[in-house]
Protein backbone atom coordinates (compact mmCIF):
# COMPACT_ATOMS: atom_id res chain seq x y z
CA UNK A 1 0.00 0.00 0.00
CA UNK A 2 1.47 3.46 -0.60
CA UNK A 3 2.11 5.88 1.92
CA UNK A 4 -0.08 8.71 2.00
CA UNK A 5 1.61 11.91 2.54
CA UNK A 6 0.17 15.83 1.96
CA UNK A 7 1.86 19.29 2.69
CA UNK A 8 0.17 21.02 5.19
CA UNK A 9 -0.64 23.70 1.92
CA UNK A 10 -2.53 20.59 0.47
CA UNK A 11 -4.37 19.76 3.54
CA UNK A 12 -5.57 22.95 4.13
CA UNK A 13 -6.99 23.31 0.80
CA UNK A 14 -8.65 20.37 1.12
CA UNK A 15 -9.17 19.74 4.97
CA UNK A 16 -11.97 21.22 6.89
CA UNK A 17 -10.29 23.25 9.56
CA UNK A 18 -12.65 23.62 12.10
CA UNK A 19 -15.92 21.80 13.57
CA UNK A 20 -19.23 23.11 12.55
CA UNK A 21 -21.62 24.12 15.51
CA UNK A 22 -24.36 21.22 15.06
CA UNK A 23 -20.79 18.47 15.49
CA UNK A 24 -19.54 20.22 18.92
CA UNK A 25 -23.28 20.44 20.09
CA UNK A 26 -24.04 16.60 19.22
CA UNK A 27 -20.35 15.57 20.82
CA UNK A 28 -21.05 17.76 23.90
CA UNK A 29 -24.12 15.49 24.25
CA UNK A 30 -22.56 12.59 23.93
CA UNK A 31 -19.24 12.37 25.23
CA UNK A 32 -17.48 12.86 28.68
CA UNK A 33 -14.80 15.16 27.57
CA UNK A 34 -16.36 18.34 28.08
CA UNK A 35 -17.30 17.62 31.83
CA UNK A 36 -14.04 16.41 32.36
CA UNK A 37 -12.20 19.49 31.30
CA UNK A 38 -14.70 21.42 33.14
CA UNK A 39 -13.91 19.42 36.42
CA UNK A 40 -10.09 19.25 35.95
CA UNK A 41 -9.07 22.05 38.34
CA UNK A 42 -10.61 20.16 41.42
CA UNK A 43 -9.87 16.59 40.37
CA UNK A 44 -6.03 18.15 39.70
CA UNK A 45 -6.56 19.98 43.71
CA UNK A 46 -7.52 16.36 45.30
CA UNK A 47 -4.57 14.95 44.01
CA UNK A 48 -2.56 18.22 45.58
CA UNK A 49 -4.00 17.36 49.03
CA UNK A 50 -3.74 13.48 48.73
CA UNK A 51 0.04 14.01 47.74
CA UNK A 52 0.56 16.34 50.99
CA UNK A 53 0.30 13.52 53.24
CA UNK A 54 -0.30 9.85 52.01
Do not use: H, Y
Amino acid sequence: MEKFARTLTELKAKAVLFWPPEIIEKECSVSILPLLLNTQGKFISVLNLADKSP
